[in-house]
């Protein structure tokens, strides 16, 4: 079989390539497409097959030479027979993904610009390349990997969430891929959901707030050297999945998808977001991929999204597969091309190309609908500079690639997203002089610090111990004096050959506790319980009265009832990245002061889930009183080392009129002799409404810095419009008139609104 190689030595290649150069930059010229006009005068002179294979999205592996139990051959180098097939005979637009595992930097380059050029001169345009880069450009190897999602969201600071995307753009871009499949902008409100740290949590205006923050990291459209095009997903609502498993249905009404779930989206599509994944599951009996309705009704004609939509991972197909809303690939084809997707990612076969090439060429498929497809492809093409040749794949400087600043950075994020939930006595911070032993499976682990999508899919392979970043035992030991360590095995192996000695030698035990990295389908789990070994660890060294500190790692919650009593303190840590050993270390021996909130409901009970927004009639406890949202910790709880205390609210005015903007100042003063950040939120609750309020949503929030010793003024301008939520009828959202009431800490205030709308 004919092999074409993708060598590993960037000169080399550039050899390789010189002859197929000078025709590609022709070729490049004659490509250029500046005016409206001349990309439909481009779709009108494509071919079927090349408007077919503009809308398929191919997985990587699929070009590569395989080994003979099927999986890619390091180091990779593509078949040539299967490059003809795609792009010679499939004429294919999009590729995706990686080959098992990260790669370096210096190959990526090679693989997206041979095939950019091998695209442009087999296919005519450019191939689209597409990528999981979900905290950083997590397969390139050597790049950095920033805290996932939900820590973002922690730290309440939209800044954060675009630097973050920033860095990623940056790094992505560095590898030849100009296409991210991130922000994910699912609402999670079920904590089973093993996605759920790579969510923003369970608040609509947070998710939207941080996503659009997001969207403007990886489009920045004006820094060219740091410019992706982004993917929301997974539309929509795909954080409530039922059962709490991945992929399975969503049973929610219409209005809870308008104002719980949509937003996010909506905010997304104002920051012009060039593209948008649909989410594998079925709401209320109809797979999203098939429904008409939320992809042309609601994406494109109400929210006016006019970028790509692209399906998930083989998900025309799992409409006859999986899901049996029909019996053949013909009719899943026709329904969700016909429901409005543009692109499909196959990813292993060409049975999609072959499908819809054949129902257009029978009239079963109308022609103006693939050019409507076609045309949105070439635009994101265009946006991100593949048709005019201002991006090249392997070209460009990239020196802040994996080093130094970024590392600051994503430490700087980390430091703002970690929670503090419990300082009892003030254990923290410690002290560098204390005697302190470090155990937990997570104490010094990097893979559990990186969580999933790092260097692989699942996160779980070794070769990421390799990487010269610092766990927690090791940032501690290279900050404090008296650090002795029980190895990094899991509570019960360690449990079983304690040093007794060790334990009653320290003065301090901090205890690292975290989940297997795991997303997708390979992460359901029956119980969100914490394992039954840690705990027995947590009460052992409380029995051995010692001053415990926990740190957790953890990519959902998991119910830590029983054994929170016994700790003296806890730090939720999420699943930080690289930076993640020395950003907490660093908290906890005082360097910073934590300002973390928490960006969810911390369930007390298994199966007891509530989010903060929930409705009255939840809060009704079983004494009949209203107190029945008891979570372990609520939404946005988060201590520092100093305390900051709230003087009264006060308003502009306290009647307002619709079309008016609700003026909030509210005083803080920092009570301590340390600077410390502090997220201000405030919440809103309509008292009475025909649709039944929340008894409180998040409406606004600031991050805002604060000296010791020292006040200062936060101001909020809410527009009272954005306080709308659907009504009676539930395509409209409206607002009655009547009272209001604003919470910010433990401060409140009302204002009356004099008119509806
Ligand atoms: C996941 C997406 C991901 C895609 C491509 C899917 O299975 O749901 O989040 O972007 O695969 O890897």
């Known amino acids: 079989m004919a092999r074409v190689c993708i060598k590993t030595h960037r000169s080399l290649t550039r050899i390789l390539l010189f002859v197929g150069a000078t025709i590609l930059l022709s070729a490049a010229g004659d490509h250029q497409v500046r005016s409206e006009d001349e990309l439909w005068r481009r779709i009108n002179s494509m071919s079927l097959r090349e408007k077919v294979g503009q809308m398929t999205q191919i997985n990587l592996p699929l070009l590569l030479q395989r080994q ?71 397969y390139t190897s050597g790049s950095t990997l920033l805290p996932h999602q939900l820590m973002i969201a922690a730290s309440f600071n939209d800044s954060l969430a675009a630097l973050a995307a920033g860095i990623s753009a940056y790094e992505t871009k560095a590898s030849g891929i100009p296409w991210v499949f991130s922000p994910i902008l699912d609402v999670v409100r079920n904590p089973y959901w093993v996605q759920f740290f790579e969510t923003f949590g369970e608040d609509t205006y947070l998710a ?25 997903k997974h539309f929509v609502a795909v954080g409530d999945v039922r059962t709490g498993k991945d992929r399975t249905p969503i049973d929610i009404g219409e209005r809870k998808l308008r104002d719980v779930f949509l937003p996010p989206f909506e905010g997304a599509v104002s920051e012009g977001v060039a593209s948008i994944m649909i989410g594998t599951n079925e709401i209320d009996g109809i797979p999203t991929h098939a429904n008409s309705y939320l992809l042309k009704g609601v994406l494109r004609d109400e929210l006016g999204f006019e970028g790509v ?54 009239d079963e498929l109308d022609q103006a609908r693939i050019d409507a497809s076609v045309y949105r492809i070439l635009k994101a093409k265009q946006a991100i500079g593949l048709l005019d040749g201002s991006f090249l ?27 503090l939930l419990k300082n009892e006595g003030e254990v923290l911070p410690l002290s ?54 029980a190895d990094r095995r899991s509570s019960a192996a360690w449990l079983e050959g304690v040093n007794t000695n060790m334990v009653d030698e320290a003065e301090v035990i901090l205890v690292c506790l975290g989940e297997r990295p795991a997303t997708e389908k390979p992460g359901d789990v029956p119980s969100i319980d914490l394992p039954a070994s840690d705990q027995a660890l947590i009460e052992f060294l409380h029995r051995r009265g010692k001053t415990i500190v926990l740190v957790m790692m953890q990519s959902r919650p998991r119910i830590v009832r029983t054994i929170e009593p016994l700790v003296d303190a806890i730090l939720m840590g999420f699943v930080p990245g690289n930076s993640g050993g020395e950003a907490i270390a660093d908290l906890l021996l005082g360097k910073a002061s934590p300002s ?37 910790w609520a939404f946005g709880s988060g201590i520092g080392y100093v305390e900051i205390a709230y003087d009264e609210i006060s308003l502009a005015s306290d009647t307002l009129q619709p079309d008016d903007t609700l003026a909030i100042d509210v005083r803080i003063s920092n009570l301590g002799d340390q600077g410390q950040k502090e997220s201000v939120l405030v919440f809103i609750a309509d008292r009475v409404s025909k649709v039944t309020p929340e008894v409180k949503k998040l409406a606004a929030y600031k991050k805002v810095n604060t000296l010791p010793n020292r006040s200062r003024t936060v101001q909020f301008s809410i527009p009272i419009s954005e306080l709308k939520s659907t009504g009676l009828d539930p395509r409209s959202k409206t607002l009655e008139p009547g009272w209001f009431d604003i919470f910010i800490a433990n401060r409140s205030a009302s204002f009356y609104l004099a008119a509806g709308s």
Not at 393 to 419: Q, V
Not at 463 to 484: D, M
Request: glycine share 8%; net charge negative.
């Open 208 to 232: 939207k707030q941080m996503g659009k923050a997001m969207v403007r990291g990886y489009q920045a459209v004006n820094s060219p050297s740091a410019q992706v095009l982004a993917c929301a």
């Open 309 to 362: 939509l692209i399906s998930d991972w083989g998900d025309v197909q799992n409409l006859y597969r999986l899901h049996r809303s029909v019996a053949s690939m013909e009719e899943a084809v026709k329904l969700a091309i016909n429901s409005g997707i543009d692109m499909v990612m196959v990813p292993n076969d060409f049975e999609f190309s072959k499908t819809l090439y054949e129902l257009v060429l029978n």
């Open 432 to 485: 560098a002089d204390s005697k302190i032993l470090i155990c937990g499976n997570a104490s010094d682990d990097l893979s559990i610090q990186n969580g999933a999508w790092s260097r692989t899919w699942q996160g779980r392979d070794t070769f990421i111990h390799k990487e010269p970043y610092a766990t927690i035992y090791q940032a501690f030991s290279e900050r404090a004096k008296n650090v002795s360590f």
């Open 393 to 419: 794949p392997g070209e460009g400087d990239f020196p802040r690639f994996g080093g130094e600043e970024h590392y600051k950075s994503s430490y700087e994020i980390a430091l703002e997203g970690a929670c």
């Open 68 to 138: 003979e139990d099927g999986s890619v051959k390091h180091p990779v180098s593509f078949d040539a027979t299967a490059l003809s097939l795609a792009l010679d005979s499939f004429k294919v637009g999009s590729v995706m993904n990686t080959a098992d595992h990260a790669l370096s930097l210096e190959t990526w380059q090679y693989i997206t610009s041979f095939l950019h050029e091998q695209s442009e001169e087999r296919v005519g345009i450019p191939i689209l390349y597409g990528i999981d880069a979900i905290h950083g450009a997590n």
């Open 596 to 632: 973390g909130k928490l960006p969810f409901s911390y369930p007390r009970y298994e199966g007891l889930y509530m989010p903060y927004a929930h409705k009255h009639i939840e809060a009704m406890d079983t004494n009949y009183g209203m107190s029945a949202y008891q979570p372990q």
